[in-house]
Each structure stands twice: as C-alpha cells, then as structure tokens.
C-alpha cells in the first residue's frame, strides 16, 4: 500500500475549508469556519434539534475471515482560540517587565483582549487554530468484533499558553492567549456476518463532552469544544473491502443496507487495492489523488490551483500584511507564493496524461 499516497489525500481532507482565499480573517468567506466533518457536544446538538451533529457512522463491508484483522485510525482537528491581549494602564503588574511567561497569570497581568494589535510592524489578530488529534485501534479481530461491539473512549485535554509580544526595543506590548478546552471522544467498533465471508463494520464515533448551558452558547463556544474535520481511516489484513461505489453485483443488495451517517467512506490507495478505506466528511471518488503538479496545500479542493495562486499574487501588500499575520498556515501559503518559481507556476496551467 502507497501510505504517503493514502496521507496526503487524509491530509486535504483534514484541512479543507480550514481557510479560505483571500485567506484574511475579515473575508466574509472566513467568518464561519470547519465546516466539514464537525462533531459538536451532544447536549449542543440537542439543543440545536440536531442541526449541528454530535455523532459520525460509517459502516462498510469486508471479505474476510476469522483471521482477519482491522487497524482504525480516528483523525481530527482540536481548535484553540487565539485571543490578543493589551495591558490595562495603571495596574498593579506591569506587562512591560513580563521575563518569564511561565509565572504570569491572566490575573496578575490585567490584560485586556482586542481584536488586533500592531507590535513591531506585525499584525496579530484574535483567530482560532487548531491542532491535529489522532485516535488509533491496531489490530482488531473482526471475528471478536462479530461477538462483541468495542467502545472505547479518549480525552484531549485543556490548556492555556502565554506568548509575549516584543516591541523593537524588546519590551512587551502585548500577548497572544492560546486557550484550548478539553474534548472527549467516544469510538464504538463493531462487525455483523451477513454472508460467507461477508462482513458490516460498524464505526460509531460521538461528542459525549460534557457543555454546560448549551442552549445559551455560541457556535464558536461549542466548536472549541467539538472535533473538527472528523475522518476516519481503516486498514484490512487478510480481507479486502468492497467498493460502496462500485460494488460487484453480488453485494448490491448489502452495500445498499450500509448506514452512513456524515461521511463518505471510499477506497484509497493505489488503483485497484482493497485494504483501505478513507471514511471523510466530504464526498470523494474511489482512490482520489491529489494532482503531482500541486505546490501544496490551499485548503480549498474544489478551486484550481493556478487561479489560487494567481490570485494570491495580486493581494495587495495590505492585503498580504493581514493574511501573513492570520495564521502560520496562512503564512506558509504566501511565502511559498511569493517564492514560486515560474517553471512549477507553468505546470500549474495544465498537463496531459495518457491513460492506459
């Protein structure tokens, strides 16, 4: 199996629409982020009457036997609000004699939170980040899967960082709140025999995060407590899956009883393998590919590159000063702009492949 194949597709789907051209947190476009694959508390969901989804289901089918084993890995995002901070005049603690981060609390400094601040000729602005969160089940016999579901649960946890802002004379203007709350997630694997050799599997995945108040709460209060771009990938030993878009006659009838719930389940992989599955919140084809022309990533599957990339290089230079300081991914995709050399830009315009 080509694995780095298999990661780089799980990877777009990851951080599709994480942020979108013009890449500025003023774009209305980017007012409303994650879109995809959200896994909200459920007590918000309910409260929401079930709009915003607090469980992901795939269920696809196997060939195998009692030999046959499953690794699943569950991968998400885990946001984390990004909040500027100011000193108050006339407090006690003066930021400005801030040495050591790890000794200073939110109290003592009195700081006061702002949308933006310009410090030393950047610009930071009030954002939400994420951080990458993985969840694996190795080894998993189908047949003890048959006789009994297996639930497991997992927590990611809180935290709050402190990051000082230097002014040219390296005194402290200000300081960026990275503040992240805890999440659990509930993972229930089970299999059904419906035929010789012919498996189900079930994966059940759900927000059991406890969220107090949810009815008077924001959709970006629950989304830092929420598993974002939720996407599952499976992996078969002794056994292949079957193709729920293009199955073989014989398993029609049971690949029409499948039951998928916010997601898209598709083999991956090299043409023609069968011993992976991409389950993701956005509809794919069977082995999706990501084109070998591509620079990287611009968060943004269903644009073309080149007019991407073409736009990005007419941002003005205010316009490329707020998407340099949004977000370090953001950064990335500008200096990787600004820097593209004209041979990779020229690929970018088309290619003809023959198919065998």
Known sequence: MNLSMVEKIANAVLYEGYMLYPYRPSAVKNQQRFNFGALYPESYSRAGGGTDACVMQTECLVVGTERTTLDVKVRCLHLMAREVGVPIADCGFRIADWTDESQVSLADAEIRMVGSLEVGGRLFQTWQEAVEREVKLSSLHLSELVAEPQRETFTFPSSRKLEALRDESGQVAGVLVRTQQAIECAIEMSAQCIGDNLFKLTVHISNPTLFED???????????????????????????????????????EAVAACENKGTWPVLVGEEGARRCVLSSPIILYDYPQIAPESAGDLFDGTEIDEILTLRIMTLTDEEKREMRGADERARQILERTETLPVEQLMKLHGTLRRKN
Do not use: M
């Open 214 to 252: 949810a009815k008077l709460k924001s959709r970006d209060e629950a989304l830092l407590r929420a598993l974002a771009s939720t996407h599952t990938i499976l992996n078969v030993r002794d056994g292949e899956f079957v193709s729920l878009l293009d199955p073989p006659e014989t398993f029609r």
